[in-house]
Each structure stands twice: as C-alpha cells, then as structure tokens.
C-alpha cells in the first residue's frame, strides 16, 4: 500500500522551521484561475450588449460565492492543544451551543485532559472541551465555550454529492492563521466512495470524498463545503508519497452522512466503536461471495452461509470487497442492518444488529457523566417541548385510562393505571396484567416528569429506528432489566420505547403513535407492544388526569414501585 | 481561434462555480467531460521495480482496444493487465515504443471501446478549463472510477528536465497545467478540454532542471498523434508477414561518453564498443564531438537526444575534434535491442 498520512495535526515547531512559505503559494493556483476568467471578463466590454447580461452574472455568482464562504468562515475553527506545544488542526461548529467536529488526530495529543482552544475567525480564543470520540472513523466532538451563541454551519448531505462539483475546504493549514480566519482552498470532487486502510481498526477512511482541493497540514479536521455553504465532510487526510507533506491535489474527507449515524453517541460524550458482521466476501467473477464467517458473530447469529451471494448491505449494492469494506466500516457497533442475499438462485432478506469491532488501542476514556446526564436531560426537555407535554413539578403524576386490545382480537377491555408518586388519590388500577402495568409506569415516568439522573441513567450512542437516527437513553433497573427510550434526532419524538435484559436487548418493544391533545397535555394516544416472541397488542389512551396536589410527605421517587415490585 | 466571443463566454460562465446555481443532481458543468474522460481512460498494471510504481495510466485511441501509455518499468513485465472503466481485465501487449517521447503503444484483445479522437490542442488559450483523468495512487481498484481533478491550461513550453538522477529524453514541446499531475500512478492519463476532447497524455514523473521542482505537464494530442501514425517495426513486420524482431530497436552508435556530470559536459568519448558502428567509422577515446547528423552535439544529453533520434540503419556524418584536428566520418546508425 501507498504511504498514506494524515493530513492534519501539525507540529507548531514544525511549521515554524519554514513550511510556511511553501504554504502562502498554495491558494495563488485557485486564484491564477479566477484572474484569467476576470480578464477574459475585462476584454469583453468590446463585444455585444448580450455578453454584457453575462457578465454582469459571472459577477453575480462571484458576489453570491464571497457571501456564501464568508458566512461559512465564522463557523470554522482552528484547534489547539492546551499546552500550546501540541500542535493543532482544523474543526466546525455545527450547532449554537458551540457543538463542533474535528479529526481525533487533531485531538490525540490531548485526549488526557480533553482540554485545548478553539480560535474564530473573530479573533479569539475560546475554551475547547472534548466531547464523544470515534477513533475508527476518525472523527471527534468538541463543545466550545464562553459565548452565548456560535455561528455554526449547517450539515449537508453527501450521498447526493457528484463527481467534478465545486467544493471548497477550509481551515488552518500550516497554522498559518494568527488571527484565526480560515484558509479557503477550492476545487473539485475527485472520487467518491473511497477506500483508504486505516492502521488497525483506527483512522480507517472508508465511503470517502476524495476532493482536488488543497488539503495541507493543519487543515486536518476543518470542514468541507459545498457552494452552498453546507458541510458535506471533515477533511482529514491525503495521499502524499515522495512529495513531502504538501499538498499533491488529492485529499480526503470523512463523509457527513457517516459522521450523522455518530453524532448521538458524540454528542454524549462516549468512547464509540465501529460495527462488524463478522464475514468477509471475495469475489468470485462477477459475484460477491461470503468467503468466511466467524463464530458467534452477527452474520452467524443470523444464518448468513459460506458461498451466499451478497447483494446489498444497508440498502446499498454492493459489488466489489471495497463496496462492503465501505458500507460496513461507516456504521456504527450495534447498528441494525438489513442483507440481501441470494442463495441458491433464491433472494433472501436478513436483518441482525452488527458487533462491535474492538478499538486496538489502549485507551482508556470513560464518559464525563456530569456531561451525559446533562445531554440526557436536554434530550427529555426537547421532547417535552416538541412532542410530549409533561409536568411542571418534579412528583408530577398522572392517571391513565383506555382501552387494551390483543392483535386479532376485536374486543378491547378497559384499564386505569396510576403513575406518579403521590398515593393519596391514586384510584382502583385495573385492566393491565402486571408485566404491562410495570412497563407503563417505567416508560411513561420520565415524559411525564423531569427525573433525577443517577448512574443508572445513560444517554447511549444512537441508533436507527425505521430508517430514522435516534437519540437512546437508557435506565439500568434493579432487577437486572433495562429500558431504552428512543427520541428521534432531528425531531425529537419518541419513537420507540423497548425493555430488555444483557443477554436479549430487545424482549418488548413499545412504539407509541397518533398524538392528540388531552386538556392541553400533548401526549401519544396509541401504543403498540410487541414482544420477541411474536406478542401483539395495542394500548389505547381514552383519558389523563394529570395530578400534582400537594404531597402528604416529601416526594420520594421509589424505585421499587417502578420497577413493579 | 475562431470562436465567436460570445461562445466562449458561454462556456466559461458554464464552468464557473456558482453558488445558488448548484443542481445537485446534475453534477457540474463538467460532468459530461468527466464522463467521457473516466470512460476511455484504463488503469494499467504491471511489477514495479525500487522506487518505480507498478500501475499507471493509459487512453483508450481505438475502439478495438489500442491504449497509448507512457513507457515505465510497469511495462516489462510479462503480464501487463489493463483494467476497464467498467471493470473488465485484459493482458495487454506492448506493440509500439518511442523511446524519446517515452511513450508506447498496447493492445488488448477487446472490441467496441469508447475511444478518444485526438482532439487539437493548438486551440488551447492558457486559462482554459483542462480536466485530468488517471489512475493516480491506484486509489480507485477495479470497476472504481478513476480519480479526476479541474484546473487550467497554462501554457506551453519546452521540456527540460530530468527523471531522478537522469535527463529526461523528450525534448519537443508539452503542456503545462496547474493540475498537479506529477504524481505516482498519473502518467499515461488524459487531460481532456471542458468538451471531453483529448488534448494531452499526462507524462512521466519529471522535475525541473531550472527549479528542480515537479513538472505538471503533458505530451500535446499532435504528438501522439504523430506517434501513432509511425509505423513501427511489429507492425512493419506484421504487414509484410515477416516473423517480428521482438521489441523494437532503439539507435545504437556504440559510443560511451565520458560524462562527469557538473554544469558543462561537453561530448567527450570515454570509449568505443568494437565492432559497433563508432568503431567501424573510426571514431576514438577523447573524441570531442561536435555535431551528429548535421545538429551540435554541445553537450552530452544534446548528443544523447540526436542519437535517439536517428533512424536505424541511416548513414550519418558525425563531426569530430581529435587534438587539433576537426575531422568529418560516416557511420551507419545501428540498432540495439532492448
């Protein structure tokens, strides 16, 4: 293989033993390019009215091009270690909060204290925490702090990016910025779907945007734009060989789109691993073969067999080792993934969740929990404001009466369950056989009040339910269970609530749908549980009462009558 | 040029990156060129040897499977593939070399190929869009389309340069672009017009003997044009059915020259092969010579560069200066297999 090297990560001491003045004439080839166009405008004044509409709109796109890429440099953020010695790289914010993205190269030197600085383009420097890692793709989250709001870049989407757009790059390269205003470098997109090995399973750059745009030192970490000023990956790598460490027009950008399938995990703050099927595939002509499959792995647990034809992953075709390199080392440990296969001429569908692939490196990196709870909360409180209404007070309680239907069964009967803290008015509970009156007073508890975060609450890595990213909290309960809650990314709306122990995750699902208003509480009024054997029924809200009088005794949140005890 | 101002405004203005004009779907205005260029440039496959690559470039000039490539140790080894846009491998056959312009004809058994016309490029203007199709870094592999990047033409110049330790033989004229083709694996790529047109066959590898810096250019159409319509001796063989000799032959005087290196290397003969051509026309140890073929010989790659010019079995007069005495001998160019 070539000698590939990350791109970003610049020794400060390097940079100031003269890298820099190779560095200032890279921009002059972009620029030679606009000063033949602007000449060629020049001349032609001397032609036609016609031309002149043209010109005047080749002007046109260059003001709407400085609009655009100014805007997009205010989110752009040069990173440094705490030490100053550390070197640095490139990063983005992409969120008010002051929520960015950067390579873990740039971070690595740091990653004991998870301390360094972000500089903006309005000169300053400002305090740079690190937040969720993912080594494998290389890939971190910072959060920078000391202002109220960030300018920030939207993300774009890089599935739908062609070959030959116009992309521009920007960043730090040879920390060259004393004032922090990024470096804009433009070109075009080179390849896409990419292929380049990591070092075990770290830095792996698999689905690739392989871009012509200068990608030097430093720039490691900093955005990739499209003209539209969105982020469509993290430039972090180039190929280089005997050309030392400049530029040689081909660098490498991490996808958005398989940053996205991270960002939850990222933004709670967890060490994230990347998933395995467990088999590899050769290609035998024209057909892509499972040539091996390991024990005790995903594709086993599922029936993969030695000779199926694979015919796509994800929903993607794969035809080549590098198409199914590519789709597998984009998703995320634990992701759902759905396989089609053909075996013996007949098309088979698979679904199964992929295993974690071990991060070879010693490193150990527990999350600041300080920090997942506070992210876990801010997942409720968004909810609540966009999807579920809950109470103001703390011991807020409420009672729920509907109907309970088993699939296939046209009668429904009646149920009342009481969820709360407060007993004094709590009512006759009927209809609901105790495993689902249990699981209703688990699942319903933290919409219906804000809860107390203790270690037994985790915002999780994200996840995927019906094609759609996921934030999942989790709550470990006292008899070894455990409950995760799935509030949708983008929307915040709980998708799905499922029960489960260590040995089987997923034992009943609860997937709530059709919110309608109670006296002003927003709440879903259909639910439907379904257990791993198969177990269909439907829950169904006809009334919440909800109550919060004032309590006899001090609200004590009791595990045990949670848990169904 | 003759283009109306207006059409080339037009396709400037088509080029330009503009912000709010981005169809996402339709990919750019070069996505036609892109896709014409990716479909007729091959990624070629031998052994590599030190620090020489074992993959490159080649463009598709036939559709019967004709590829035009630079010459590289890639190609001496006994099984050169040549792999397909679309994925499909070939062993491919060396069957034309010019050893000056470093630059050789294959084939591959194969038929109904998209194939690039030689476009012209004397019609280029430096400023123009130029895009560059190659197999660089063996990034893509197998039906992978090959990687391309967008520059400018910047104009045209005479080569002087050197591969590594030697001098680069290829003399005439070449493009240069801001393109960074200089780069493992791109040599024996296409640098197409914004049309899709073929205008150069990206070189090999080659810096500056000026600034010692590495050279972005290319070989122009015309000269692989020219190339191409050489006939060589395979194919001379073949038409007149005669068993071929094996590689072509490349012009042999039998003379080693004493070459120190340094900034004057004036075109001393360190010794004469016996029996070689030099000998047989009376050609000496500390010969300086003057001239071959009617051209100065002032330097020692000058020599070099007339010599691989000749024609094998052509009578030349090579002009010498032996002690004081210039003198005018006649040798018959001989061939040397390689």
């Known amino acids: ?565 | 040029m003759n283009l109306p101002h207006a059409a080339i405004l037009a396709a400037v203005l088509l080029c330009l990156p503009a912000s709010h004009a981005q169809d996402e779907s339709a990919g750019g205005p070069f996505a036609d060129a892109i896709d014409i260029a990716r479909s007729r440039v091959v990624k070629l496959y031998g052994s590599g040897f030190g620090r020489e690559h074992g993959y490159g470039s080649g463009v598709l000039v036939s559709g019967d499977g004709r590829i035009v490539t630079t010459l590289s140790v890639l190609l001496e080894s006994p099984a050169v593939r040549a792999v397909l846009p679309d994925g499909r491998r070939f062993p491919a056959e060396v069957i034309k070399r010019d050893e000056e312009a470093q630059i050789a004809l294959l084939k591959i058994d194969a038929a109904d190929l998209p194939y690039f016309e030689l476009a012209d490029s004397s019609e280029l203007q430096p400023g123009d869009w130029l895009i560059a199709a190659a197999n660089t870094f063996k990034i893509a592999d197998g039906p992978e389309p090959i990687s391309v990047s967008v520059g400018v033409f910047s104009g045209r110049t005479e080569l002087s340069a050197r591969r590594r330790t030697q001098d680069f033989t290829y003399r005439g004229e070449v493009l240069l672009t801001d393109l960074i083709v200089a780069t493992p694996g791109s040599a024996g790529g296409a640098l197409v017009d914004a049309r899709g047109g073929f205008v150069g066959l990206i070189g090999k590898a080659v810096t500056s003997k000026r600034t010692n810096t590495w050279i972005n250019y290319a070989l122009p159409s015309e000269r692989v044009a020219a190339f191409l319509n050489e006939r060589s001796d395979v194919e001379d063989a073949a038409a007149s059915e005669q068993p071929a000799a094996g590689d072509a032959t490349r012009p042999d005087l039998g003379i080693v020259l004493f070459d120190i290196g340094g900034r004057e290397r004036p075109a001393y003969v360190e010794r004469v092969r016996p029996d070689s051509p030099a000998h047989v026309a009376g050609v000496r140890s500390n010969d300086l010579i003057l001239s071959l073929d009617g051209d100065a010989t002032e330097t020692c790659e000058r020599f070099q560069a007339v010599r691989d010019r000749l024609r094998v079995g052509r009578e030349v007069a090579i002009v010498i200066k032996r002690g004081d005495d210039l003198r005018t001998l006649t040798l018959t160019v001989g061939g040397r297999e390689r």
């Open chain 1, 1 to 565: 293989m070539e000698s590939f090297v990350e791109a970003g990560c610049l020794e400060k001491n390097a940079a100031k033993t003269g890298e820099e003045p190779r560095a200032s004439a890279r921009p002059a080839r972009r620029i030679a390019a606009c000063v033949t166009l602007f000449a060629f405008a020049l001349a032609v004044p001397l032609v036609a009215d016609a031309d002149g509409d043209a010109l005047a709109a080749v002007r046109a796109d260059e003001q709407q091009r400085v609009e655009v890429f100014a805007q997009a440099a205010k989110a752009v953020v040069c990173v440094f270690a705490d030490d100053r010695r550390g070197g640095g790289g490139s990063g983005v914010v992409i969120d008010p909060a002051g929520y960015g993205l950067t390579n873990f190269h740039v971070v690595q030197s740091f990653i004991g204290t998870r301390r360094g600085y972000g500089g903006l383009s309005d000169g300053r420097l400002y305090p740079l925490k690190v937040l969720g890692i993912d080594p494998g793709g290389d890939i971190v989250m910072f959060k920078l702090e000391g202002k109220e709001r960030f300018d920030h870049a939207p993300l774009g989407d890089s599935d739908k990016l062609r070959v030959g757009q116009w992309v521009a790059a920007m960043g730090n390269p040879f920390l060259l910025a004393e004032d922090f205003t990024p470096t804009i470098t433009l070109g075009v997109i080179s390849g896409l779907r990419r292929y380049q090995e990591g070092r075990g399973n770290l830095l792996e750059y698999a689905d690739c945007i392989q871009v012509s745009t200068s990608i030097n030192p430093g720039n490691s970490g900093g955005p990739l734009f499209d003209m539209a000023g969105r982020v469509i990956g993290i430039n972090g790598r180039a190929s280089f060989e005997e050309r030392g460490r400049v530029n040689v027009g081909l660098g490498y950008a991490v996808s958005v789109n398989q940053i996205r399938r991270f960002l939850p995990g990222l933004r709670a703050g967890r060490l994230l691993e990347h998933g395995t099927l467990g088999a590899t595939v050769r290609l035998t002509g024209e057909r892509l073969i499972i040539g091996s499959i390991q024990e005790f792995s995903s594709a086993e647990r599922v029936g993969v067999e030695l000779g199926d034809e694979l015919l796509e992953v994800a929903g993607r075709r794969v035809r080549t080792p590098n198409d199914y390199n590519n789709i597998m080392a984009i998703l995320p440990a634990d992701w759902p993934v759905t396989l089609r296969l053909r075996r013996d001429g007949e098309p088979i569908e698979l679904t199964t969740r992929l295993e974690r692939l071990p991060l070879r490196m010693s490193l150990q990196y527990v999350p600041d929990i300080e920090h997942n709870h506070a992210e876990l909360l801010g997942v409720l409180d968004r909810a609540a404001s966009a999807d579920i209404t809950r109470g103001e007070e703390p011991w807020a309680s409420a009672i729920f009466q509907g109907q309970v239907r088993s699939a296939g069964a046209g009668e429904g009967r009646a149920w009342t369950v009481f969820v709360g803290t407060y007993r004094a008015t709590e009512p006759d509970e009927n209809g609901l056989d105790p495993t689902l009156r249990d699981e209703w007073r688990v699942l319903t508890r933290p919409l219906l009040a804000r809860p107390e975060p203790d270690l037994r609450w985790e915002l999780l890595a994200g996840d995927e339910v019906d094609g759609r990213l996921v934030n999942v909290i989790e709550r470990r309960l006292d008899d070894d269970r455990r409950v995760r809650w799935k509030f949708d990314w983008r929307t915040d709306e709980l998708r799905q609530v499922v029960f489960g122990t260590a040995d089987d995750p997923e034992v009943a699902t609860w997937t709530p749908a059709n919110r309608k208003e109670f006296d002003g509480l927003r709440w879903p009024f259909k639910w439907s549980r379904r257990t791993r054997t198969g177990d269909e029924l439907t829950l169904e809200i006809e009334s919440i009462e909800f109550v919060s009088p004032e309590p006899l005794a001090a609200p004590v949140e009791s595990a045990a009558e949670e848990d169904g005890q």
